[in-house]
């Protein structure tokens, strides 16, 4: 067998998928923990606002959207710049994510709280800066959720940036986490399963997926949710792409599988329905052309990358 891992495309598909942009350097070695109030006394230092799942942004003369606040700027939103988060360093300087406190209906005219998942849907900020949110919403999402000490229960401090939690009684230090989500596309060269989980919006089919579980291999876990959600047995499995997916702070990691048995046995807890699709069907949804008005997971998300490549692979 000849060794070929190098002959991967120079750009890898996750380059390709929604929050992929972030140019930020984290710099996570190199960080004291007075590293927030220093990037705040630098005047080049520019924050993303968070509250409540949302991204404040500044809504511009000629109508675009503007996501950076300098830090003067950003105090009338109540900011909280001691539980403010160091993301790393850009080009122009250092990068902050900051909870803020005024809620959505008190804000002036000119400043929009949107969601995350409407911000990355409809394209409201460009890729680097689209990456910045997903960072910083999942740190921020785990320092709000891990207050406490996970093996003693007293109130943990945020150091290196936001970084880490320091224990103040016991000394055990707490790592910001990232749960990995197995996503795959079973497919043969004619058809791929695809199912409509409860929650979808109209006419939606996708890529199966799942939590990874402790002591499990990605491909054991791309075998596992595969049988459990459609009663389909996979052979070979291969890794195509992952995504951050700051909901809250979870890593999509994209496969296909090949399907050893055709027979589908759907869980109906998990979805309302699961199939098999054919490619020129595939290929309508993914244009939007589907006689159904059936469709498959907008651009941005990874299983619209895995659909997009198999219907491409001919
Ligand atoms: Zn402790």
Redesign the pocket.
């Known amino acids: 067998m000849s060794f070929r891992l190098f002959d991967a495309p120079l750009r890898e598909p996750s380059q390709f998928v929604g929050f992929a942009g972030n140019m930020i350097d984290r710099q996570s070695e190199n960080r004291a923990d007075n590293s927030v109030d220093k990037a705040l006394a630098d005047p080049t230092t520019r924050l993303l606002l968070m509250n409540g799942g949302r991204l404040y942004l500044k809504l511009g003369e000629g109508g675009g959207l503007d996501p950076w606040f300098g830090a003067a700027e950003s105090k009338p939103f109540k900011v909280s710049f001691a539980q403010g988060v160091l993301l790393g360093f850009s080009e122009r300087g250092p990068v902050l994510a900051v909870p803020a406190g005024v809620d959505a209906e008190h804000l002036p005219e000119t400043i929009k709280a949107i969601d995350y998942r409407s911000v990355y849907m409809q394209g409201l900020i460009d890729e680097a800066a689209a990456g910045a949110m997903a960072q910083g919403a999942a740190l921020l999402a785990w320092h709000a959720s891990h207050r406490f ?1 996970s ?2 229960g ?1 109130e943990s401090q945020m150091r290196a940036g936001g970084y880490k939690r320091h ?1 103040p ?2 000394g ?1 230090e707490h790592f910001p986490r990232t749960d990995p989500v197995a996503i795959m596309l079973t497919a043969t060269r004619e058809k791929c399963l695809l199912g409509r989980g409860r929650h979808f919006g109209p006419g939606m089919y996708s890529a199966l997926a799942g939590f990874i579980e402790p002591g499990e291999t990605i491909e054991a876990a791309v075998r596992r949710e595969t049988l459990e959600e459609a009663g389909i047995r996979l052979g070979r499995v291969v890794y195509h792409a992952s995504q951050p997916w700051p909901f809250p702070y979870s890593l999509m990691i994209g496969c296909f599988g090949e399907p050893l048995n055709d027979d589908i046995q759907a869980d109906l807890n998990e979805l309302e329905d699961c199939r098999w699709f054919a490619r020129d069907e595939v290929r309508l949804m993914l244009t939007r052309e589907h006689p159904g008005n059936l469709i498959t997971p907008p651009k941005g998300a990874i299983a619209h990358h895995l659909i997009r490549a198999w219907v491409d692979s001919e």
């Open positions: 000490c093996k003693c007293t224990c009684n016991c055990t």
